[in-house]
């Protein structure tokens, strides 16, 4: 990482390089993402690493409110006792009530929620502030971040501009780097399209909007950096494609199956594509993405089935 941006291993799913939570050394020290409660320890492990104290943070930024990217915010303003929680204006209220979060999380990860994200405590309104498109936080002299709504992956996502670094943090908006390789040598990006406001189209719509910024450097959410921007647009929008093909294929091949026996069909065969393209020799690679796609075969499956009924 830049000596400006520190990388902190949250362990989410108790797997190593999955998720992180990026330090920014500033004079009012910035962390962008937070995983789920059960990566807290993790990251004020981290910070100690770093001779951070917690109580110094003014600053904690979530790219939108999923649990494995801010469920954990609540738990760790109890640790950092001044800071601030900047968020989506359409994620705001689900920080303050994260009750209809929760039950979302449930339906989607039934007996695993406990182990995966409690508890999910609420943030109190007052330490919250949210940042519309376009809209600035100074962090430091010159040090700028600016805000981009970036939908596609949730319609409560922001992007964040680093003007010091010439960096974007894109949580999920423009998918996952995987730490292993496709089999040509270069970095494998999967798009995220978990359930439920997956649009492929304001997805592609974020990507130009990044792309046309320039930028040198993309942070992801899950996980760390790629120094190779056009390289990572090409591998979303390819990726996307094969997404929407192969489950187009599927769900116009059995119209008489329902939603979850669709989602299963759709993720072992994305699964099977990613597979023959990538090398996948680390096992707990292997079970993550097949984890990842289980989900993204559920949000693609709840995004044509919307589709169908407007």
């Given at each position: 990482m830049s000596h400006l941006i520190d990388l902190i291993d949250l362990n989410d799913l108790n797997l190593k390089e999955r998720t992180g939570s990026y330090l920014l050394h500033a004079k009012k020290l910035t962390l962008i993402e937070t995983s789920a409660s059960p990566s807290i320890p993790y990251l004020l492990r981290g910070l100690e690493k770093l001779n951070i104290n917690p109580v110094d943070i003014e600053y904690i930024i979530v790219t939108h409110i999923h649990l494995d990217h801010a469920g954990g915010v609540g738990l760790l303003l109890e640790s950092c006792p001044n800071a601030k929680v900047v968020v989506h204006p359409r994620g705001a209220r689900h920080l303050n009530d994260p009750s209809r979060l929760i039950q979302g999380a449930k339906a989607v990860y039934g007996e695993c929620f406990d182990q995966l994200f409690d508890p999910v405590l609420p943030v109190p309104t007052e330490r919250i502030i949210t940042k519309a498109d376009r809209e600035t936080l100074e962090i430091?002299?010159?040090?700028?971040?600016?805000?981009?709504?970036?939908?596609?992956?949730?319609?409560?996502h922001f992007s964040i501009h680093d003007n010091q670094t010439n960096s974007m943090f894109t949580g999920d908006t423009l998918g996952i780097l995987y730490p292993i390789s496709m089999t040509n040598g270069t970095e494998l990006i999967l798009p995220s399209t978990s359930p439920n406001q997956f649009n492929p189209n304001d997805m592609l719509a974020s990507m130009k909007r990044i792309r046309d910024l320039n930028v040198e450097t993309i942070y992801f959410g899950h996980y760390g950096k790629s120094d190779y921007p056009d390289h990572v647009y090409h591998q979303l929008s390819q990726w996307l494609n094969r997404y929407l093909r192969i489950s187009e294929a599927i769900i116009s091949a059995h119209p008489e199956r329902d939603d979850n026996t669709l989602a299963e069909a759709i993720a072992e065969a994305l699964f099977n594509r990613v597979e023959v393209e990538s090398d996948i020799s680390d096992p707990n690679v292997f079970d993550y993405i097949k984890f990842d796609l289980n989900i993204c075969a559920q949000g693609i499956v709840d995004y044509y089935t919307k589709l169908k009924q407007s």
């Amino acid at each position: 990482m830049s000596h400006l941006i520190d990388l902190i291993d949250l362990n989410d799913l108790n797997l190593k390089e999955r998720t992180g939570s990026y330090l920014l050394h500033a004079k009012k020290l910035t962390l962008i993402e937070t995983s789920a409660s059960p990566s807290i320890p993790y990251l004020l492990r981290g910070l100690e690493k770093l001779n951070i104290n917690p109580v110094d943070i003014e600053y904690i930024i979530v790219t939108h409110i999923h649990l494995d990217h801010a469920g954990g915010v609540g738990l760790l303003l109890e640790s950092c006792p001044n800071a601030k929680v900047v968020v989506h204006p359409r994620g705001a209220r689900h920080l303050n009530d994260p009750s209809r979060l929760i039950q979302g999380a449930k339906a989607v990860y039934g007996e695993c929620f406990d182990q995966l994200f409690d508890p999910v405590l609420p943030v109190p309104t007052e330490r919250i502030i949210t940042k519309a498109d376009r809209e600035t936080l100074e962090i430091d002299v010159d040090r700028v971040l600016t805000f981009y709504d970036t939908p596609g992956h949730a319609k409560h996502h922001f992007s964040i501009h680093d003007n010091q670094t010439n960096s974007m943090f894109t949580g999920d908006t423009l998918g996952i780097l995987y730490p292993i390789s496709m089999t040509n040598g270069t970095e494998l990006i999967l798009p995220s399209t978990s359930p439920n406001q997956f649009n492929p189209n304001d997805m592609l719509a974020s990507m130009k909007r990044i792309r046309d910024l320039n930028v040198e450097t993309i942070y992801f959410g899950h996980y760390g950096k790629s120094d190779y921007p056009d390289h990572v647009y090409h591998q979303l929008s390819q990726w996307l494609n094969r997404y929407l093909r192969i489950s187009e294929a599927i769900i116009s091949a059995h119209p008489e199956r329902d939603d979850n026996t669709l989602a299963e069909a759709i993720a072992e065969a994305l699964f099977n594509r990613v597979e023959v393209e990538s090398d996948i020799s680390d096992p707990n690679v292997f079970d993550y993405i097949k984890f990842d796609l289980n989900i993204c075969a559920q949000g693609i499956v709840d995004y044509y089935t919307k589709l169908k009924q407007s």
